[in-house]
Nanobody, 126 residues
């Protein structure tokens, strides 16, 4: 059974930083593209960042480029999202997602992912 468990969310002031973690189990981590999405109140879930299996390629939404960094630790079956220079518009529930693939494509749409975590709340105060 595949499980993705996010952690690291919380309340932070504008300009601050947080690091989200997503621990994966029940899958061969190195065979999956991993992604982060977020959903703000009243809005649709949107792509934030993704990293190809084994970390060869990464992609980011324009709104987070230069501020967020995605990385993986294959030994720990964990994907991270380092978030710097946070602003109130980053407030959302952040979800980890996994997609089985044999390629190193960075997938950016919700429908391309097979497994999802329960989410972790990030709140940025002004």
């Amino acid at each position: 059974q595949v499980q993705l468990v996010e952690s690291g969310g919380g309340l932070v002031q504008a300009g601050g930083s947080l690091r989200l973690s997503c621990a994966a189990s029940g899958l061969t981590f190195s065979s999956y593209t991993m992604g982060w999405f977020r959903q703000a109140p009243g809005k649709e879930r949107e792509f934030v960042a993704a990293i190809s299996r084994s970390g060869g390629n990464a992609g980011y939404a324009d709104s987070v480029k230069g501020r967020f960094t995605i990385s993986i630790d294959n030994a720990k079956n964990t994907v991270y999202l380092q978030m710097n220079s946070l602003n109130p518009e980053d407030t959302a529930v952040y979800y980890c997602a996994a997609r089985f693939t044999s390629s190193r494509v960075v997938f950016t749409t919700l429908s391309e992912y097979h497994f999802w975590g329960q989410g972790t709340q990030v709140t940025v105060s002004s």
